[in-house]
Nanobody, 114 residues
Framework: QMQLVESGGGSAQPGGSLRLSCLMT??????MAWYRQAPGKERELVAS????????FYADSVKGRFTIPRDDAKNLVYLQMNNLNPEEAAVYYC?????????WGQGAQVTVSS
């Protein structure tokens, strides 16, 4: 069964950057996405990337600051986050962007504070 392993979380200052990684334990060619869930809020879609690398989708709040590259040879999807703000502190998860979701991983905790 597919397992999703997120890593790269940590603490950043406002305006700082982090890069998250999502390792898929099986080779698949599907659209993938990053989601985030802040305390007391519902999980929301942050960005997605089609199986061929394009097109990509970004939530309005992250456009121009986040990118979602993928490396299918390594079964990896990344989330490069730049110019972070405190409101983006959350647990970030990866999963498929379409169809049935796989079991959620443990997520990557991101904190943004000075």
């Amino acid at each position: 069964q597919m397992q999703l392993v997120e890593s790269g979380g940590g603490s950043a200052q406002p305006g700082g950057s982090l890069r998250l990684s999502c390792l898929m334990t099986e080779t698949v060619f599907v659209s993938m996405a990053w989601y985030r869930q802040a305390p007391g809020k519902e999980r929301e879609l942050v960005a997605s990337i089609s199986r061929g690398g394009t097109p990509t989708f970004y939530a309005d709040s992250v456009k121009g600051r986040f990118t979602i590259p993928r490396d299918d040879a390594k079964n990896l999807v990344y989330l490069q986050m730049n110019n972070l703000n405190p409101e983006e502190a959350a647990v970030y998860y990866c999963n498929t962007a379409t169809g049935n979701m796989w079991p959620w991983g443990q997520g990557a905790q991101v904190t943004v504070s000075s």
